[in-house]
């Protein structure tokens, strides 16, 4: 053991001694860097943690959030997450870093490609095999698509007959079934499963539709609830207009924050007209930059403890609303 080691601080300090000559300390930083660089490039699955050292390397110094260069801050997972496409862009035409500041090496810039096109995820995956990530749209709320797409690639490895992390076993359907209950708790109103690897919002609503459904295992489409009911009659349909999801979504789902009383009454819902005027929170027109369709599809209001998501079909509702022009309809 203690040969070994000596051994191996033997061949380092050979390195350091042939690499480094004078100019100690920089070009042990590169053989390093080329070292590290070489390695995260050769990880078959890339997260945030593997890669985060060329930000904080090559960019953080000018884009942080006490200084935003151009508007771009990369020194924490969300701000470069917010961004991906504008960063990665200057990154592969070479734009940024700036000729005044220290390049990146080609193999970092093949690592944020790759990384990019795993996704951007904050985290590794599991499996170490690169998690695809449906399209938008694509997964579906039948437990075919939902197999596919969700248990196979991100549960099943520590949920199975022989590895039943938790004791749970999600490798059939009889045992999906089985703990329904729990899985709709970690996986829509926690979204703590998977542990390390976050699903993505489409994922986690087509788990919660095909759960309100029922959790058929028929291929049939799912019919999603209407939300709420009227208490006589046929149940109103949602439509794409401001009275729609006022009484339809706001009333019961929001107001009890966000109406005179409540602790988000800062952020008023209605009428349309003080609604309207918050323009970070409906921009007409632009549903992407409105944060009445992003916290909501991104299914951060309402607050995971105060009750469930809304549904895709309320969800698109509401971007189809704004799209359209916000209008007082
Ligand atoms: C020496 C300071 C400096 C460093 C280092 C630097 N930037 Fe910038 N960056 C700027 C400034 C200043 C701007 C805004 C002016 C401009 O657009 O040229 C900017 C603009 C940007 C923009 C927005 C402009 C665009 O191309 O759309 C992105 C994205 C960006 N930087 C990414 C990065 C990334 C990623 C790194 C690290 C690999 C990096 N920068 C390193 C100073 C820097
Ligand atoms: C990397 C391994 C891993 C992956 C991947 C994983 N889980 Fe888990 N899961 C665990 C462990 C460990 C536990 C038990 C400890 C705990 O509750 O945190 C657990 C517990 C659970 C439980 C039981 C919680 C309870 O209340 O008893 C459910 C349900 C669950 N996981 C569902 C899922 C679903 C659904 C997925 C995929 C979307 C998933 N898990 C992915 C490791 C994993
Ligand atoms: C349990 C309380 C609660 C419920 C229920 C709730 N919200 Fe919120 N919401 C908040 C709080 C707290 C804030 C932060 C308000 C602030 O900035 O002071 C907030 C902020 C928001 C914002 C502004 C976010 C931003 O950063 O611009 C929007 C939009 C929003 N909520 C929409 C909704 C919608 C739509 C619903 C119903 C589907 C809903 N909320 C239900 C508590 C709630």
């Given at each position: 053991m203690k040969?070994?080691?000596?051994?191996?601080?033997?061949?380092?300090?050979?390195?350091?001694?042939?690499?480094?000559?004078?100019?100690?300390?920089?070009s042990?930083?590169?053989?390093?860097?080329?070292?590290?660089?070489?390695k995260?490039?050769?990880?078959?699955?890339?997260g945030?943690?593997?890669?985060?050292?060329?930000?904080?390397?090559?960019?953080?110094?000018?884009?942080?959030?006490?200084?935003?260069?151009?508007?771009?801050?990369?020194?924490?997972?969300?701000?470069?997450?917010?961004?991906?496409?504008?960063?990665?862009?200057?990154?592969?035409?070479?734009?940024?870093?700036?000729?005044?500041a220290?390049p990146?090496?080609?193999?970092?810039?093949?690592?944020?490609?790759?990384?990019?096109?795993?996704?951007?995820?904050?985290?590794?995956?599991?499996?170490?095999?690169?998690?695809?990530t449906?399209?938008?749209?694509?997964?579906?709320?039948?437990?075919?698509?939902?197999?596919?797409l969700?248990?196979?690639?991100?549960?099943?490895?520590?949920?199975?007959?022989?590895?039943?992390?938790?004791?749970?076993?999600?490798?059939?359907?009889?045992?999906?079934?089985e703990?329904?209950?729990?899985?709709?708790?970690?996986?829509?109103?926690?979204?703590?499963?998977?542990?390390?690897?976050?699903?993505?919002?489409?994922?986690?609503?087509?788990?919660?539709?095909?759960?309100?459904a029922?959790?058929?295992?028929?291929?049939?489409?799912?019919?999603?609830?209407?939300?709420?009911?009227?208490?006589?009659?046929?149940?109103?349909?949602?439509?794409a207009?401001?009275?729609?999801?006022?009484d339809?979504?706001?009333?019961?789902?929001?107001m009890?924050?966000?109406?005179?009383?409540?602790?988000?009454?800062?952020?008023?819902?209605?009428?349309?007209?003080?609604?309207?005027?918050?323009?970070?929170?409906?921009?007409?027109?632009?549903?992407?930059?409105?944060?009445?369709?992003?916290?909501?599809?991104?299914?951060?209001?309402?607050?995971?403890?105060?009750?469930?998501?809304?549904?895709?079909?309320?969800?698109?509702?509401?971007k189809?609303?704004?799209?359209?022009?916000?209008?007082?309809?």
């Amino acid at each position: 053991m203690k040969k070994q080691k000596l051994f191996f601080l033997v061949i380092l300090l050979t390195a350091f001694g042939i690499g480094c000559g004078f100019y100690h300390s920089k070009s042990g930083d590169n053989s390093a860097r080329q070292a590290l660089d070489q390695k995260t490039l050769n990880k078959k699955s890339l997260g945030f943690e593997d890669i985060q050292y060329i930000f904080n390397n090559a960019c953080v110094h000018c884009h942080n959030g006490a200084n935003p260069s151009g508007g771009i801050s990369v020194d924490n997972y969300d701000s470069v997450k917010a961004s991906v496409g504008t960063v990665c862009s200057a990154i592969t035409s070479l734009s940024m870093p700036p000729r005044s500041a220290n390049p990146l090496t080609p193999i970092e810039i093949q690592i944020i490609a790759k990384w990019v096109a795993q996704g951007a995820p904050e985290y590794p995956s599991p499996t170490g095999d690169p998690i695809p990530t449906p399209t938008p749209g694509e997964i579906k709320a039948t437990y075919a698509s939902i197999r596919q797409l969700v248990l196979v690639p991100s549960c099943i490895d520590c949920h199975n007959a022989s590895t039943h992390k938790g004791d749970i076993d999600l490798s059939t359907y009889a045992g999906v079934k089985e703990n329904i209950d729990k899985v709709h708790n970690e996986v829509v109103v926690e979204q703590s499963m998977p542990p390390k690897w976050p699903l993505s919002a489409d994922q986690i609503q087509a788990v919660a539709d095909w759960i309100a459904a029922g959790a058929p295992e028929g291929d049939a489409p799912v019919e999603v609830p209407t939300p709420t009911p009227a208490p006589t009659g046929a149940p109103p349909v949602l439509s794409a207009t401001y009275s729609s999801i006022h009484d339809q979504i706001f009333v019961p789902k929001c107001m009890s924050c966000h109406g005179a009383d409540g602790k988000a009454s800062d952020v008023p819902l209605e009428p349309y007209s003080e609604l309207i005027a918050q323009t970070d929170v409906v921009s007409a027109g632009d549903a992407e930059s409105s944060s009445l369709y992003t916290e909501t599809s991104k299914l951060k209001m309402p607050p995971k403890k105060s009750g469930p998501p809304l549904n895709s079909v309320e969800i698109e509702t509401i971007k189809t609303w704004i799209n359209q022009g916000a209008k007082n309809d």
